[in-house]
């Protein structure tokens, strides 16, 4: 059964990140044609409204649940592993592939008909850079599987993986600022969102006061 309250949140977030995406890009003209930047590098104070919007984990969340319950209905069916991967990494890039193409074929088209000024590379540019998020996504689905199933066989103490998650993304960044070493820090994008995605497991146990609608 569908919890209502869990799919608000999915849309509620995927909202804001698209709105907030989309009110960053300013398009600027200039004497070759167009360039786009971030409000927030020209807006100092901007940044810290961004706290304020942090829908992400939020999503993630509601990721781990959702991937709790695909992954129970898979089961019963007598389904597996690529069974999973493949229904949900489906239903991401199957509209992620619509949006791509129509969004080219406009920026094709402007440039067919000559009002092109630079509009082509802005719009690839501005496609290509969002979907890193994508990818994240789609290895935190091939890692649910496992994942859920460490959940389950830890039973009560599921709580624990979320919480190695977290102390190795603290460590993460101690080790970034001690050492002086930037690069590690992309780590994180693996271990923060992994650790929310756990939560979303323990959301669907009711452990964090689930109600089914």
């Given amino acids: 059964m569908r919890n209502r309250y869990v799919d608000l949140l999915r849309v509620v977030s995927l909202g804001v990140v698209i709105v907030g995406h989309w009110l960053m890009v300013v ?49 019963r069916r007598g389904g597996g592993y690529a069974d999973f991967v493949r229904s949900r990494a489906g239903r991401l890039l199957r509209p992620t592939a619509v949006f791509v193409v129509c969004w080219l074929a406009a ?21 290509a850079q969002p979907l890193w998020f994508l990818g994240v996504y789609l290895g935190i689905v091939a890692l649910a599987p496992p994942l859920h199933r460490l959940h389950r066989a830890l039973a009560g103490r599921a709580w624990l993986v979320p919480a190695g998650f977290g102390l190795a993304a603290a460590l993460v960044d101690g080790l970034r600022f001690a050492a002086q ?7 994180n994008v693996a271990f923060v969102w992994l650790a929310v995605h756990q939560l979303g497991f323990l959301h ?7 109600r089914s609608a």
């Fill in 27 to 75: 398009v600027e003209p200039t004497a070759t044609g167009v360039r786009a930047t971030n409000a927030l590098a020209l807006l100092p104070g901007l940044p810290m409204v961004t706290w304020v919007l942090q829908v992400m984990p939020v999503f993630f969340l509601v990721g781990g649940f959702s991937h709790a319950a695909a992954l129970d209905s898979v089961r």
């Fill in 204 to 210: 669907a146990d009711a452990r964090l006061g689930h």
């Fill in 181 to 187: 070493t930037p690069m590690v820090a992309y780590l």
């Fill in 107 to 127: 920026a094709l088209a402007l440039e067919a008909t000559g009002h092109d000024r630079g509009l082509l590379r802005l719009a690839l540019r501005t496609v």
